[in-house]
């Protein structure tokens, strides 16, 4: 049987930093209440005018396809995950597709919010093991900072803009993608979400009056559900494919709040050097988060390596996934 494996990963963030500093100038805060309570440091921002985050997409796959020396006619599907598209339609896949030149790709968007890594991976692993294709890129592009509230000083230290991309192909080797579990709870709606500008509550001088066009997010609620479930979803995914502590060579979590990420690699056990971390220098990138970590890391991961990756976002939507690691560091 066919496995899908990461044979690429290449990551693109913007130039511009925002750090807290700066952002207590914007918003009552300060380093050490961010610090303190959700671990971030800086954020990267894109202010160009007019590029959203099929930009920071197109970047990514273009760094992918020159750092593996991938011609772009080869790739036969390109799927985008985020949750900040550059419309309602087209789609965000489309746009990236046509400026990376990938001339004989389909391509299209998933929204799984901040799992929106492990999703796709885990799409595009069911391509690859039917056969119907053998070459896919799995983008994950997100200006979080086009719906972030800059008056919230909840949310707004939260979330920064990046991009990152892998290129997915079958192997016979025992590597890849081993195995994921996903879950959805739509009793979290509430909870975490943008109020307005869909076709439950569309946009008018009302709506942006009110400031519904950003995150809301309740961020208790948030924080109790993701710890429990992805908790819950990695020890699933350990117990049913044997693997201890030991066993594991990298955790990676969803980069969305230092405490969360404490919270679960300390009721797992891993040990801290285990655990995959750039939060700091990123902030909560959603879709982005893992494989922006992964890339950052990349130099530390070796062929045979054993890695969980867990995600919990909007919907409320989570998980976790097995994979064995195939490429060596350059």
Known sequence: MLNAKISGIASYVPDDILDN???????????????????????????????????????????????????????????????????RFPSTASVIAHEAGLSNAYAYDIQAACAGFIVTMQA????????????????????????????????????????????????????????GEFHIDGTGLPHLLMKAGGSVKPA??????????????EGRAVYKHAVRDMLSSSLSVMQRNNLSVDDIDWFVPHQANLRII?????????????????????????????????????????????????AFGAGFTWGAMYIIWAIDPR
């Open 124 to 179: 595009a692993r069911a391509y690859i093991q039917s056969g119907l294709y053998k070459k896919i890129i799995v983008v994950c592009a997100e200006k979080m900072s086009s719906m972030t509230d800059y008056q919230d000083r909840a949310t707004c230290p939260l979330f920064g803009d990046a991009a990152a991309a892998v290129l997915v192909e079958p192997t016979e080797e025992n590597v890849g993608v081993v195995d």
């Open 262 to 310: 404490e919270a679960i690699g300390g009721r797992i056990k891993i040990p801290s050097e285990k655990i995959l971390v750039n939060i700091q220098h990123y902030g909560n990138t959603s879709a982005a988060s893992i494989p922006l970590c992964l890339d950052e890391y990349k130099g530390r991961l070796h062929k045979g390596d054993r890695i969980v990756m867990t």
């Open 204 to 217: 008018s001088a009302e709506t942006v009056e009110a400031r519904e066009h950003y995150i809301y997010q």
């Open 21 to 87: 500093e700066m952002l207590s100038r914007m918003v009552d805060t300060n380093d050490e209440w961010i610090t303190t309570r959700v671990g971030v440091k800086e954020r990267r921002i894109l202010h160009e005018e007019g590029k959203g985050s099929s930009y920071l997409g197109e970047k990514a796959v273009r760094k992918l396809l020159a750092d593996y020396d991938i011609k772009p006619e080869e790739i036969e599907l390109l799927i985008c995950a985020t949750s900040n598209p550059d419309y």
